[in-house]
């Protein structure tokens, strides 16, 4: 549940609204989803933008909750058409960000949360330049690893196309305003850092205005 001081700022926000457009992104196998979901169940002033991608859904996961699972071609209407904010090729499969979504949530006075690969970020940043810009890190590459194996759903090629990307991205994160270090098991924590970071750069002078 959220702190009583928490309802007060989130009160607060609601008389004055200066809605945030937050970007998550880090490597794949850093925990994004599972922080943003924690975020958004304590904080609901946060909400979770649900993106599409053509890739083959897992197994638990739901069209409309965890991704609109797109086949190429819709997908290629949606872009085409001019429905996303961003879009990139991520380990070989397309994802994008419906832009609807983002204007829905901003317009209602909320903060639209985005958990997307740094391809994305970057575009983001120059299609929106008030974005807040937040990256993910593990506390070591061994640890990454040891959580991509875990999941158990990735094939050796896939693993190895993953480690390479993490290693490059996390050599270059001058785009981005925060690092958190996602330390192992504490998702939690990482999602009140965040949290902390949005209310600050919520009360920033000059504030942000993301247009999109
Ligand atoms: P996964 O296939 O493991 O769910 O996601 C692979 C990567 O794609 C993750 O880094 C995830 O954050 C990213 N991703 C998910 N949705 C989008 C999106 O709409 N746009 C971009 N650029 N990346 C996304």
New binding site residues.
Partial sequence: MPEEEDLVDQQKRMTFPNPLLVVV?G??GVG?STIVAELARRHPQVVPIV???T?ARRQGEIHGVH?HFLARDEFGDLRDGGGLL???E??G?W???PVDQVRGILAAGRDAI????P??ARQVRAAVPDALLLFVKPPSMKDLTERLVGRGSESQESLERRRRDAEQWMADTADYDHVVVNETGHPDEAAELIWEIIQAEARREPPRRPRV
Avoid: M, N
């Fill in positions: 992104s490597p794949s994004k993106t599409a991608t890739r991704y961003e879009w990139a991520v380990h499969e994802y994008g960000t985005l958990t997307i690969d391809q994305g």
